[in-house]
């Protein structure tokens, strides 16, 4: 069974970077059959799909995000991460880290959530 | 980007009783349709893709149905462990995917 724990900061500023960490178990980063995944959840806009991350690097963003974020990984540590620029009272949210099986669309784990406040 | 609309935005069922949810795609998915279920201060959970399929130890009772813009989700007999929100999500072609808002299934 695949788990997956999202950490980092609770609460950032306006206008600075929202850095979150996902941390994998029981399966690995460099799984060729896995898309790491981010997803956000507020209650304005529902679920959003922010971007995946493969085990070579490559990367899909969300348009409305991509001029802002950043996914990158770190086999090392069994870890991807999201960086998100400039950030704004709308980045306000629940943010999951999940598991993609490559070429379904479907996530079949996802981490319990950690809750970001952009506030000053 | 592909708009998801689910309807009812809530619904109130007793324990035994069928549930019908809805999902309609702002253009045509073929079956790229998946479910899940949230629960209070959890994850979502995926039930069902490929509009129809049950995912790992998801009961019977729960099924999908549709293709092309209009999907259900049936709950056969509700049962009070199936109280929460529910979520459509298209995955047609390339991200970005994208949610409906989704339904809140209560228990009278």
């Known amino acids: 069974q695949v788990q997956l724990r999202e950490s980092g900061p609770g609460l950032v500023k306006p206008s600075q970077t929202l850095s979150l960490t996902c941390t994998v178990s029981?399966?690995?980063?460099?799984?060729?059959?896995?898309?790491w995944t981010w997803i956000r959840q507020n209650p304005g806009t529902g679920l959003e799909w922010i971007g995946y991350?493969?085990?070579?690097?490559?990367?899909i963003y969300n348009p409305s995000l991509k001029s802002r974020l950043t996914l990158s990984l770190d086999i090392s540590k069994n870890q991807f991460f999201l960086k998100l620029t400039s950030v704004t009272a709308a980045d306000t949210a629940l943010y999951f880290c999940?598991?993609?099986?490559?070429?379904?669309?479907?996530?079949?784990?996802w981490g319990l959530g950690t809750l970001v406040t952009v506030s000053s | 980007e592909i708009v998801m609309t689910q309807s009812p935005a809530t619904v109130a069922v007793s324990p035994g009783e069928r549930v019908t949810l809805s999902c309609r795609a702002s253009?045509?998915?073929?079956?790229?349709l998946a479910w899940y279920q949230q629960k209070r201060g959890q994850a979502p959970r995926l039930l069902i893709s490929?509009?129809?399929t049950r995912a790992a130890g998801i009961p019977a009772r729960f099924s999908g149905s549709g293709s092309g813009t209009d999907f259900t989700l049936t709950i056969s007999s509700l049962q009070s462990e199936d109280s929460g929100l529910y979520y459509c999500q298209q995955y047609k072609g390339s991200p970005p995917w994208t949610f409906g808002h989704g339904t809140k299934v209560e228990i009278k």
């Open positions: 029981s399966a690995s980063v460099t799984s060729r059959d896995s898309y």
């Open positions: 991350i493969y085990f070579d690097g490559h990367t």
């Open positions: 253009q045509r998915l073929g079956t790229n």
């Open positions: 490929g509009a129809s």
């Open positions: 999940a598991r993609e099986v490559r070429g379904t669309g479907t996530l079949d784990f």
